[in-house]
T-cell receptor, first 115, second 116 residues
Framework: GAVVSQHPSRVICKSGTSVKIECRSL??????MFWYRQFPKQSLMLMAT?????????EQGVEKDKFLINHASLTLSTLTVTSAHPEDSSFYIC???????????FGPGTRLTVL | AQTVTQSQPEMSVQEAETVTLSCTYD???????LFWYKQPPSRQMILVIR??????QNATENRFSVNFQKAAKSFSLKISDSQLGDAAMYFC?????????????FGEGTQLTVNP
């Protein structure tokens, strides 16, 4: 299957700082990438969908000025959590889909802790 | 909007026994895909099995099989000969068949415990 990586796997930051998470498709071109947030023992909540070269589409209730998503190439999408606060602490997962795939391939996730 | 419901927050099974996880969904579409994902403690999402709605035959992958009842909008996962490594959170998911970039809609998840 196709491989998706995420970096970093864990990050701890101080309140008020910004954190960037990278999502890369290693062996295929990802026309669409998805960003999810998952709290402990809960399901995945879709935050936004991004298509290469265009603006991300955010789900209702997700602040697009706080969670900046860039999908500048067919293999890389980034999520930047701006001015992070403790309530932003969560597990963030990306997934990627190519134009010929009927499934999404998931990255291993990033655990963000904001102190 | 499509919804996916998993009514069993927790299930347990004895090693080597069989367990069935339930999933129902609601949609007005005729073309869609259904998935079961496994999320072990590592939290890496792993695709277990996939079913295309247009296929009448139930999907099977080794010890994993589904019972797809399209009219009833039911999509249960059967795990046979359960192994300790099957212990994980299992998510049922729906995807529209309209485009390959369609979003996934997940159920709430079922935490499966396998007892030795």
């Amino acid at each position: 299957g196709a491989v998706v990586s995420q970096h970093p796997s864990r990050v701890i930051c101080k309140s008020g700082t910004s954190v960037k998470i990278e999502c890369r498709s290693l062996d295929f071109q990802a026309t669409t990438m998805f960003w999810y947030r998952q709290f402990p023992k809960q399901s995945l909540m879709l935050m936004a969908t991004s298509n290469e070269g265009s603006k991300a589409t955010y789900e209702q209730g997700v602040e697009k000025d706080k969670f900046l998503i860039n999908h500048a190439s067919l293999t890389l999408s980034t999520l930047t959590v701006t001015s992070a606060h403790p309530e932003d602490s969560s597990f963030y997962i990306c997934s990627a889909s190519g134009s010929w795939y009927n499934e999404q391939f998931f990255g291993p996730g990033t655990r963000l802790t904001v102190l | 909007a499509q919804t996916v419901t998993q009514s069993q927050p927790e299930m347990s099974v004895q090693e080597a026994e069989t367990v069935t996880l339930s999933c129902t969904y609601d949609t007005s579409e005729s073309d869609y895909y259904l998935f079961w994902y496994k999320q072990p403690p590592s939290r890496q999402m792993i695709l277990v099995i996939r079913q295309e709605a247009y296929k009448q035959q139930n999907a099977t992958e080794n010890r994993f099989s589904v019972n797809f009842q399209k009219a009833a909008k039911s999509f249960s996962l059967k795990i046979s000969d359960s192994q300790l490594g099957d212990a994980a959170m299992y998510f049922c998911a729906y995807r529209s068949g309209e485009t390959s970039g369609s979003r996934l809609t997940f159920g709430e998840g079922t935490q499966l415990t396998v007892n030795p």
